[in-house]
Every structure is written in C-alpha cells, then in structure tokens.
C-alpha cells in the first residue's frame, strides 16, 4: 500500500526534462525570429511604400509650379487701337509691338544659371553637371498670379513693384513677372531641392532664391523649337546649349536671345525625385531622364516623372 502511494506521489511531483524544455526554447526563439523578420519587412515595405508616395505627391507639387509659370510665359494683353507691322532690319524680321511685352518669353541652361540674379539678358550657363535651371517671363497682373493687395506677385509670392516700360509707348509701364527656377542642395535643408528666384520684393529678396519642393535631385528640360519665331509647330527637341547655337543673321545680343528663344513653342520637363530615407539595402536602379537605368547607389530611391507644356501664348493655343 505504501508502494502505490510513494509511486503516484511521484508521478505528481514529475516534471519535463531538460531536453524537452531545450526543445520548446528553441522553438520559441525560431518562432520569434520569424515574426521579427516579418515585422521588419513589413516595415520596411510600409516605408517605402511611404516614400514612393511622397516622391510622386512632391513631384505633383513642383510640376503645378512650374507648369503655372510656363503656360503663363510669354503672356501679355493685345492693347486696343494698336496695330502690328513688321519690317526686314538687318536680316532680322522686326514687328511693332501691339503689347507690352515682347521678346523671348524662356531661356534656359542644361546645368544652372552661374548668377541667378543677373538679368534675363546677362545669364550665362554653368559648366560641368548639376541641374538643369530656366527663365521664364510674362506680364503680370492681379488675375494670372496670386496678388498681394492689388500687386501681382512673383513665383515665391512677393510683390512685384517695379515698373517695367511698354514696348508700345515708354511713357507706359507694366509688372514684368521674371521667376528663375532651379535646382541645387538646399542651404538650410542639406538635401537637394527645387527653389524659385523672382523679380519681386526689394533690395536683396530680388532674384534670392527660395525653396519651392524637398527632394528634387535632378532637373532636365529639352525644349521644343520651330523652323522660325513665327512658326508653331516644333521641328525638333534640343538641349539649351543647343538653342543658344542656333543660326542668327544678326550680332546684337538682345537680338541674338529673342531670335532664338523666341522659337521655343513647348517644353519637356523631368523632375528625379529622391526619397526622404535610405531604405533600399543595396543598390538600387531606376529609370533616369533620357529613358536608360540608372544605379542608386546610396540606398535613396529614386524616380525620375516627366510632363510635356506648350507655351500657350507661342502655340496659339491662346490667338488674341
């Protein structure tokens, strides 16, 4: 009787082994190993999902900056009672203005301007790589920019004060809106970023470059050009270098821009996008501007968007 009690006492008090209870840590870690990948790559994932839908959100915004000022450029309000002509001077086919502005309405540099602030006639081309930077020029008025009191205003919202004089009449002005967009690593930011400098303002705020939109890593623009200034459709997409070699009869320099310039009727644009974060755990490639691969190589994404514009009021979208 004794026996049986000491047996079943013992049964009671038996516990797990050591290799059973090896056995079950070691599942535990294996299982928990697993749910911590899994947790990491849906993270990871999470995120850059995140930062692929930032990339097209900034990119939606800087594309509806630009596209404001180049579907604007080159705008100005036919004056009534004024009739254009024209004459050969110089080898150069010369109209009598019927606005206020004239001239070349877009001027460009493959790789930025090397002083944004000279004016639109003085800008030269940067050497080297970099972005891409352009120029772009309409009358301004209360209706085509967002204006301060009764002002129109610039691409970074100052006022734009200065009186520019008529091409019809000297003795009348109007406000030339000037905005200089480009691309450069951000002073404050350290990160690469689209900035806008514009006529408005006073004293240093004229043509100081301003940040538009985070994370642009690259600007391109090819530019489509017609047989002549007075032409509109576009015989073929050059380079700004390529424009500014263009053929010209004449050695006037204001003459020279306007002539050339003057025959661009629409623009394609690129913007590459970087991610806010290193995400990628190696190299990564996306497609670059020009339609090739191209490596990632410091663990940003990249994605590079296009859009195409015509300048309206050179593609007689807009015939006064």
């Known amino acids: 009787m004794k026996r049986v009690r000491l047996a079943a006492a013992r049964r009671l008090q038996s516990g797990r082994t050591l290799l059973e209870l090896m056995i079950a840590l070691t599942i535990g870690l294996v299982i928990l190993a697993a749910l911590g990948v899994v947790y990491l790559s849906t993270t990871r994932t999470n995120r850059q999902s995140g930062d692929v839908s930032r990339m097209s959100e900034d990119a939606a915004i800087a594309f509806n900056l630009l596209g404001i000022n180049l579907r604007m450029a080159g705008f100005s309000q036919p004056r009534a009672l004024v009739l254009p002509g024209g004459a050969i001077i110089d080898g150069v086919k010369q109209v009598a203005a019927d606005r206020h502005f ?63 004089p008529s091409a019809i009449d000297a003795t009348l002005t109007y406000a030339l809106i000037d905005s200089r967009f480009v691309g450069q690593i951000g002073t404050t930011s350290n990160t690469p970023e689209l900035l806008c400098a514009g006529s408005g303002g006073t004293g240093t705020a004229i043509f100081n470059a301003e940040p538009l939109t985070q ?38 320099p204001v003459q020279v821009v306007d002539g050339r310039w003057s025959r661009v009727v629409n623009i394609k644009a690129c913007i590459v996008m970087r991610s806010e974060n290193r995400n990628q755990a ?39």
Request: glycine share 10%; aromatic share 10%; hydrophobic share 35%.
């Open 102 to 164: 004239v001239g070349a309405a877009v001027r460009g540099c493959d790789h930025g301007f090397a002083d944004v602030k000279k004016g639109f006639y003085d800008l030269t081309c940067s050497a080297g790589t970099g972005p891409a930077a352009i120029a772009l020029r309409f009358e301004g008025d209360r209706f085509n920019t967002v204006p301060i009191g009764t002002t129109p205003s610039d691409c970074v919202n100052n006022a734009v004060t200065t009186a520019t």
């Open 215 to 252: 994370f642009v890593d690259n600007v391109q623009f090819s530019y489509g050009v017609a047989a002549d200034r007075e032409s509109r459709d576009v015989i073929q997409y050059m380079s700004a270098s390529q424009v500014d070699a263009l053929p010209t009869s004449t050695a006037n």
């Open 282 to 320: 190696d190299t990564g490639t996306y497609i670059d501007c020009d339609g090739n691969p191209a490596a990632s190589a410091d663990g940003y994404a990249r994605r590079a968007f296009n859009s195409v514009y015509a300048l309206r009021n050179r593609s007689g979208f807009l015939t006064p």
